[in-house]
């Protein structure tokens, strides 16, 4: 597959998705987890709220929020240094407004990537729910408008791997 044939498949990827914004609720749900989503702010609130919960594990519930800090961190600056502009407005009229301009990598995908990577090392049993609201995040901006599909892949990837990476400092000395 060439190039451009990869470019009019993820443009028209995202025209699907971006369409089914058109639906009030999907609408409603997708600003919803973009306003959660921004700046980590869901998935930091959830693992300080794990934190304040789960008293014996405190210490991993605070490293693996931090965790997903460094992983948001982390595309903020790899979006300085590749500045993508998102989708053009006039073709994929965004459903809500951005921090910035720039598009690559998704920064609510790598968060929510973290997440779901940390939380579930925390909490197994949660590993379902952690998969299902990370996986929504990704694909909210795509229906938004705001994100091309490759941004929230590599966002999912960079957030993932960074958690991965951080997997036994996030478990600590006593091992969760």
Not at 26 to 41: D, I, K, P, T, W
Not at 92 to 120: N, Q
Not at 121 to 144: E, I, K, Q
Request: hydrophobic share 50%.
């Amino acid at each position: 597959m060439r190039y451009g044939d990869c470019a009019g498949a993820e443009r028209r990827l995202l025209a699907a998705l971006r369409g089914c914004g058109r639906r009030p609720e999907v609408a409603a749900a997708a600003r919803l987890l973009s306003f959660g989503g921004e700046h980590a702010a869901l998935w930091l609130a959830a693992g300080l709220v794990g934190a304040a919960a789960d008293r014996e594990r405190r210490g991993p519930w605070l490293r693996g929020t931090a965790l997903i800090g460094a992983a948001h961190l982390a595309s903020v600056g790899v979006k300085r240094v590749v500045r993508r502009p998102r989708p053009g407005p006039a073709q994929y009229a965004p459903l809500v407004r951005t921090a910035g301009r720039h598009s690559f990598p998704s920064s609510h995908a790598t968060s929510a990537a973290a997440a779901a990577v940390a939380f579930t090392v925390l909490r197994p049993a949660g590993h379902r729910l952690a998969v299902t609201a990370a996986a929504a995040m990704c694909v909210s901006r795509l229906v938004a408008g705001v994100h091309y599909p490759t941004d929230v892949a590599a966002g999912a990837l960079l957030g993932a791997t960074t958690a991965a990476l951080g997997r036994d400092w996030l478990r600590g000395p006593d091992r969760v």
